[in-house]
Structure formats: C-alpha cells, structure tokens
C-alpha cells in the first residue's frame, strides 16, 4: 500500500510564501516523476510542477519563477516552495507520485491534497 501525506497548507496574505511538503511510503519501486497539481473551486485539476528523479523540472507558465519544486530521493520527499502568492494561486493542492516497476506496470498515485488559500 502507496500513501501520499501532504502538508503545509493554510491561510496566507497575498505576497506570502508557504512551503508544501509531500512524504512517499510505502512499496516504492523508483519513483520516476514526482508533482504538484491543483484544483480551484468549479476548475479542471491542472498542473503546478513535476520534477524527475534526475532533477529536471516542468512549472505551468502561471507559477513559474514563483514557485519552487524539490524533492529528497532517500526521503521520498518532495516539496514545493511557493512565493509571492496571489488569489489565484487558491486551490486545493495535490502531489502525485508516478512510476513503472521493472515488470513494466505502471503506477500513479495521488494525496488526499491541502487547502492553500491566499486572501488578505
């Protein structure tokens, strides 16, 4: 069994900052890409970030050179600093974990997510 623990969210001024944290346990294999996605009340889920085991990462035009994706691999951690918060940045907060094993069967997995809210 995959769980995916989030935290770090709340309520913040706009120009805040707040840092989410995303904790993988579990029967891991090698988590190949690890992300940040969210949802808005009445909008689609979107993506926030992803970043590779590598270190490459992918930020959606909306957040880039605000937000801050990391992650520690021998933690399974990963986490998303984000910046110079807006109103528009409120949404609640999912990370999502994904991998294919060495049989090739893939696996995708989500947090139950965490409210970040911006309004002053």
């Known amino acids: 069994q995959v769980q995916l623990v989030e935290s770090g969210g709340g309520l913040v001024q706009p120009g805040g900052s707040l840092r989410l944290s995303c904790v993988v346990s579990g029967s891991i294999f090698s988590i190949a890409v690890m992300g940040w996605y969210r949802q808005a009340p009445g909008k689609q889920r979107e993506l926030v970030a992803t970043i590779t085991s590598g270190g490459s990462t992918n930020y959606a035009d909306s957040v880039k050179g605000r937000f801050t994706i990391s992650r520690d691999n021998p933690k399974n951690t990963e986490y998303l600093q984000m910046n110079s918060l807006i109103p528009e940045d409120t949404a609640v907060y999912y990370c999502?974990?994904?991998?294919?094993?060495?049989?090739?069967?893939?696996?995708?997995?989500w947090g139950q997510g965490t409210q970040v809210t911006v309004s002053s």
């Open positions: 999502n974990a994904r991998w294919t094993d060495s049989f090739f069967k893939n696996y995708n997995y």
